[in-house]
């Protein structure tokens, strides 16, 4: 007997992958523009593995089948190791030795931070996850150097091209990863109520006591911590294993159950007197990891601007294949707005992240660009990550129900969506540190000002913008009570100056009339009439 067709397949669209997560207009512009050009074939190279089948498979299943805890082994011997799916390592091996976590220590070349900023953006399409260590391994650098005996000793393995997995003494092994545990249950983000304790031994080293509530990637080689001494707090170093090959009492208690970022193993740790090397003066632990904190909040942008891309790719290529009522949905006026909306926002992300690794790379040699970098990088990294989440919603909700089954991967973004806003300061810590800066180092209000007023003139809508800010900053009554609303219009004009100055212009023209023209509602998809959807969408 026959029996008719009832499930024939039509009307879907077909899979987005393989494609190359380089094929990025905003992305190769800001890498040519921001000193990067040198780095632009291994860019397309990474970006072409990224979005390939093996690697979109290999961040699939590092997820769904996330890391477990081993406490004990089968003898009861405390081990405290954390297995990862086969995959996991996989990609870590792709970072690591395409300089990820360390090219721009090893070879400062100018445009160094830029080119790996490109890297980090493209490769992390493939799983954000393992990002997270990665980008501690490259932030804890800075920090280390306060120490230079201890820099000498490990920079160069932690910026090493080489992943080599596995609890052994640092100097036998030919890479290294670093991780940072700062928070702890009673303070979170107010680290200096933190109670972990150090005490100085006879040989210079520190016996640590005490808790961590929150530490990402607990495998990896060496820490940084922060803990008080009589004088405060104190940022030390700690290795999982110490010289003479014994583990370090770093116990791990558990790993978090956490919306996102399911392939990374998050956990609480106690430290059961570890062994630590103290890192820059005692007492001043907190502004000595400030500089890796400030390197992860670039990272934390990038994320964010990562995650919008992809989720933008998967919400205009689905339109461009699948009809409703009639006609294509990307031919449908309403949709148009919104996808048209969805890349005005990854654009603008995207181009002030490049423009931010440029002030990485300058600002060593460069006051203005020192300057410029610590007030944009809290202003940006509050703005841009907290306009993930909802960006990831939109993208979703452009799939339909095809984007709520997690086939579609379209899950796996939104729930990645508010790490980046939580990781290293939360939107409150983030927009008062803005305003930090500016009592602190006055010199930060002049470098903002310098940047957007070379996009002055060019639009009108931008240059009321720029007075309006001004006008906010002069009015100091309740000016934490209005924190959120001032950095977010200083966000606003620093990226509506990147984008009429360096961006296309039908992207830079609808930024600006919705953005910063009030002529926008609160929801994506808003954008008023006259924009030119068409340029737009011709950008991915």
Not at 191 to 211: E, K, L, M, P, W
């Amino acid at each position: 007997m026959t029996f008719p067709a009832t499930h024939i397949v039509s009307n879907q669209a077909p899979d987005l992958v393989p494609y190359s997560a380089a094929d990025d207009r905003a992305l190769i512009e800001g890498l040519h523009r921001e000193g990067g050009s040198w780095a632009e074939d291994e860019v397309h190279e990474l970006g072409a593995l990224a979005g390939g089948a093996r690697a979109q498979e290999w961040g699939r299943l590092a997820n769904e089948y996330p890391p477990v805890l081993r406490t004990h082994d089968r003898y009861g011997n405390r081990i405290d190791e954390v297995e990862f799916h086969p995959h996991w390592h996989d990609l870590m091996t792709v970072a690591v030795e395409h300089g990820l976590h360390g090219a721009p220590w090893r070879d400062p070349r100018p445009g160094a931070h830029v080119a790996r900023a490109a890297k980090f953006y493209v490769w992390g399409q493939a799983d954000a996850g393992h990002m997270c260590p990665i980008s501690m391994t490259y932030a804890a650098i800075p920090a280390l150097r306060h120490n230079p005996a201890l820099a000498a000793e490990y920079e160069p393995l932690l910026a090493a091209p080489h992943y080599d997995f596995g609890l052994r003494t640092p100097a036998s092994k030919r890479g290294l990863i670093a991780g940072m545990s700062m928070t702890e249950k009673q303070g979170g983000s107010d680290v200096r109520a933190n109670t972990t304790t150090a005490t100085q031994n006879a040989d210079g080293t520190y016996t640590i006591v005490g808790h961590k509530w929150f530490t990402s990637a607990p495998m990896s080689d060496v820490f940084l911590t922060l803990a008080n001494t009589g004088a405060g707090p104190t940022c030390f170093l700690l290795p999982r294993v110490l010289p003479d090959g014994a583990r370090n009492p770093i116990r791990i208690q558990r790993l978090k159950d956490k919306l996102g970022n399911k392939s990374n193993a998050s956990s609480e740790i106690e430290y059961e007197g570890a062994v630590g090397w103290i890192v820059g003066p005692e007492g001043r632990g907190v502004s000595t990891i400030i500089d890796m904190v400030n390197m992860t909040r670039l990272d934390c942008v990038i994320g964010s601007a990562t995650g919008m891309r992809m989720a933008t790719l998967r919400a205009v290529h689905h339109a461009r294949h699948r009809a409703a009522f009639g006609a294509l949905l990307v031919d449908q006026p309403l949709m148009r707005n919104v996808l048209a909306d969805l890349v005005v926002e990854s654009e603008a992300s995207t181009t002030m992240m490049m423009r931010l690794a440029g002030a990485t790379d300058r600002a060593q040699g460069d006051p203005q660009e020192a300057a410029l970098r610590r007030i944009a990088l809290a202003v940006t990294k509050y703005w841009v990550c907290k306009r993930a989440p909802a960006h990831a919603a939109e993208a979703l909700e452009c799939l339909g129900g095809n984007g709520y089954a997690e086939e579609s991967g379209m899950p796996r973004l939104y729930r990645e969506a508010p790490l980046m806003s939580i990781w290293e300061g939360s939107g409150n810590v983030a927009a008062l540190d803005a305003l930090r800066a500016m009592v602190k180092q006055p010199d930060t209000v002049e470098a903002f000002f310098t940047e957007v007023q070379r996009a002055q003139g060019a639009d009108s809508r931008l240059d009321h913008a720029i007075t309006r800010v001004g006008k906010e900053l002069a009015d100091l009554e309740n000016i934490e009570y209005r924190a959120r609303r001032i950095v977010e219009l200083m966000a606003l004009v620093l990226q509506g100056a990147q984008l009429v100055r360096h961006g296309h212009h039908a992207v830079a023209d609808a930024f600006c009339a919705s953005r910063l023209d009030d002529d926008w509602g609160i929801a994506m998809g808003t954008l008023p009439t006259g924009v030119d959807t068409e340029a737009i969408l011709t950008r991915i």
